[in-house]
């Protein structure tokens, strides 16, 4: 009976022992989330390059990162802006970090925290630790515009806080974390984020990455560690370089994202020109706000001046399309003049009115004959 006892004993310390190793061991495999990929050489260095402005309200900044592809090595995911799952997540940026032997990558993911990133120093608010380019209140998101660069036309939301900027100039880019690269270790607060709840990249952001890995002119190996676009607004959207200009040599995006947004805001943009009188835009005759409505064809004004010949009769010419052979137009005998009456009388005509004078004048007396 004591053997069985001691025997029970011995079974449950084992499983406390195993349980306590796991709790110890949990924040450090959570910290490092999960392993996807390793390769047996670094990653390039970090390229420096200019942020484009966010372009939606709510949209959060995820950080460009090598990822890698079997058949032609490193690549170049840009950054870019991107809508959370919900309201209140975090991006925690993915990152290469170097252990037994091998440089391993670790997924980003959204969280209620920023977790550990491997101390990375990705710009625009990460700078290793945490994210200080802005903050959520209820289900509006704060942009901190001292270190992210936004929109403000439409993005309202801003704060500057420039006691997060680092004057200390950073030569090292390095994009990876381990010997040779930033050696960094989890902070509580970071260990603490690891055990959160998190949420997978969602899939616009996987088909970004997909898209990326498909365009030579983004992996290192073509480009020399300068990828043809470094970012874009959004995913899907405009493609820029390392100095911000359009990436012309890139087959990510739309190259004509401007010019598509401006076509939008125009309803016209897309309507060819026309001199049908269906079409909608041109004015009507009778209508009150026309300045033409109430003026007489040109044809038939008199003081014209691209009519200099009121009195042409436009069908004899040869070119007009109602008389291709040119034959003179019948003659038209003008309508007879009906006497207009004046002061309720009916004028008579010159002639009779000669007449009547005539008659009404007296006649001249003949002298007196000599003789009588």
């Not at 998190?198 to 996987?206: S, W």
């Not at 200009?245 to 076509?263: F, R």
């Not at 040109?298 to 040869?318: G, L, M, T």
């Amino acid at each position: 009976m004591l053997i069985i006892i001691k025997t029970k004993m011995k079974k449950i310390g084992l499983i406390l022992t195993l349980i306590v190793a796991l709790f110890f061991a949990l924040p450090r495999a959570n910290a490092q989330v999960s392993i996807g990929v390793s390769v047996g050489f670094a990653p390039p260095a970090l390229p420096v390059y200019v942020q484009p402005a966010c372009p939606v309200d709510g949209y959060l900044w995820v950080p460009g990162y090598w990822a890698y592809d079997d058949a032609d090595g490193y690549y170049w995911v840009p950054g870019y802006w991107a809508a959370p799952p919900s309201f209140g997540l975090l991006w925690t940026p993915a990152y290469w970090g170097f252990e037994g032997g091998m440089y391993g990558f670790h997924a980003g993911y959204w969280g209620p925290h920023v977790g550990f990133y491997g101390g990375i120093n990705y710009g625009f608010g990460y700078g290793g630790v945490g994210f200080y380019g802005g903050a959520w209140e209820g289900d509006h998101f704060r942009y901190n515009t001292a270190v992210v660069n936004v929109n403000t036309t439409v993005i309202h939301n801003t704060y500057i806080d420039r006691s997060v900027i680092n004057n200390v100039t950073v030569n090292n880019h390095a994009s990876f974390n381990g010997p040779g690269g930033v050696t960094a270790q989890p902070r509580p607060e970071e260990l603490a984020a690891a055990r959160e709840q998190h949420v997978q990249p969602t899939t616009e952001q996987v088909t970004h990455q997909q898209h990326a890995s498909q365009d030579k002119s983004q992996f290192a190996k073509y480009n020399n560690g300068k990828p043809a676009a470094t970012a874009m607004d959004k995913v899907g959207g405009k493609p820029v370089d390392q100095e911000g200009h359009l990436a012309a040599n890139s087959k990510l995006g739309n190259q004509n994202a401007d010019a598509n947004k401006n076509m939008a805001n125009n309803p016209n943009a897309n309507r060819p020109p026309s001199n049908d009188q269906n079409n909608p835009d041109k004015p009507k005759p009778n209508e009150p706000n026309n300045p033409n409505a109430n003026r007489k064809p040109a044809s038939n004004d008199e003081n014209n001046p691209a009519n200099p010949n009121p009195n042409r009769n436009q069908v004899n010419e040869p070119n007009n399309p109602n008389n291709p052979n040119g034959n003179p137009a019948p003659t038209v005998k003008p309508a007879p003049v009906k006497p207009v009456p004046v002061n309720g009388q009916q004028r008579q005509p010159v002639r009779r009115q000669r007449r009547v004078q005539r008659r009404q004048q007296p006649k001249p007396q003949r002298p007196p004959q000599k003789g009588n």
